[in-house]
């Protein structure tokens, strides 16, 4: 998992928790990269999960919650940092379309070593979407987090009304959004 990650992800720790609790975390955490991070690194994505594991234990929340808000907060980030690759997508449905065959092939042109995940898509009537993510890796509730981050940057009417496993596998998650 890109460097990128990481480090957006121990800058929310920081601003939630402090310092003290970044570095409390890499202290009691399992991390062959020993929590040095720079953007353009890869490290292994189990690290975010231990890193995760801990913070649920040291702050009583859900791990998948952690998840969730960090996807929030990393869509901003990257909203931020790739600007441009948002400046001709007018909306959020258009967005989340769009993810597999723009946003990801140029972030795999940035970063050849990426490890991203796929995501199907399908407009349903009555203003529906479907999304089918499918990864190697359990990041559902990153995506969750993303998606809520995107319906937020765009400031729509759009709701997430389901998220559900899929039958096909682990790792494999069909979300419905209305608008
Ligand atoms: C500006 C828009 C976006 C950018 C620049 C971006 C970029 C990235 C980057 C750099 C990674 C890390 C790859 C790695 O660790 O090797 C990643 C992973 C991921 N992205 Fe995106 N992304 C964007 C939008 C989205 C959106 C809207 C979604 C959800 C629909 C999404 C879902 C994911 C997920 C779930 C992962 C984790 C990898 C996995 O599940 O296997 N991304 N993305």
């Known amino acids: 998992m890109k460097g990128i990650v990481f480090v957006h992800f121990m800058e929310m720790i920081g601003e939630k928790f402090g310092l003290q609790m970044e570095d409390h975390l890499v202290s009691i955490s399992d991390l062959p990269s020993d929590g040095i991070y720079t953007t353009v690194g890869t490290y292994d994505h189990t690290e975010l999960l231990e890193l995760v594991g801990r913070l649920s234990n040291e702050t009583g929340e859900a791990a998948g919650d952690i998840v969730t808000d960090f996807g929030r907060y990393l869509f901003s980030k990257l909203a931020?940092?790739?600007?441009?690759?948002?400046?001709?997508?007018?909306?959020?449905?258009?967005?989340?379309?769009?993810?597999?065959?723009?946003?990801?092939?140029?972030?795999?042109?940035?970063?050849?070593?990426?490890?991203?995940?796929?995501?199907?898509?399908?407009?349903?009537?009555?203003?529906?979407?479907?999304?089918?993510?499918?990864?190697?890796?359990?990041?559902?509730?990153?995506?969750?987090?993303?998606?809520?981050?995107?319906?937020?940057?765009?400031?729509?009417?759009?709701?997430?009304?389901?998220m559900e496993p899929m039958p096909g596998g682990p790792n494999q998650y069909r979300f419905l959004l209305t608008r």
């Open 80 to 162: 931020e940092s790739y600007g441009r690759l948002l400046n001709n997508i007018p909306d959020v449905f258009s967005l989340l379309t769009q993810v597999d065959d723009f946003i990801h092939v140029e972030v795999r042109k940035l970063y050849p070593e990426a490890e991203l995940p796929s995501f199907q898509h399908q407009l349903l009537n009555g203003g529906r979407l479907e999304l089918i993510y499918q990864s190697p890796r359990p990041f559902e509730n990153l995506a969750r987090g993303l998606i809520e981050g995107a319906i937020a940057y765009y400031n729509e009417p759009v709701q997430l009304e389901k």
